[in-house]
């Protein structure tokens, strides 16, 4: 059998580093990256069914809006939820005074934030 390359996000710009993350409820594959097509480092993701094809926007979601400049730092991580989604995790360098934080946001299953899209702090 033929291997099917599958265009995950095709839109200008860096997306790196991939982390794919399996969801049990499809069962599909959900990969998010760091992405900075809007002259921003945002995180995205895109869901992939079974069958291999893209579920949500063609060049992925913006997940979580950072709204900063490129190269403030950010390392995208990510865990599976149960059937409600993907928890997303990652460090983020936004606040200068506190250094290096956690932040994490919930998508759901069609690709809708549950949380505000900058994501909530983790102490």
Partial sequence: MARQRITVSGAAGNQVPPVGLYEHQGPSL???WEDARNEATDVFAQRIDPSGVVAWTPDGRAD?????????????AGHVGSRAGVVRVWDDDRNMATGTDIYAAKVGLNGVLSVSPQGFSIE
């Fill in 64 to 76: 979580i809006d950072r709204g900063q400049p490129t190269g403030q730092g950010l390392d995208a």
């Fill in 30 to 32: 959900i990969v998010g």
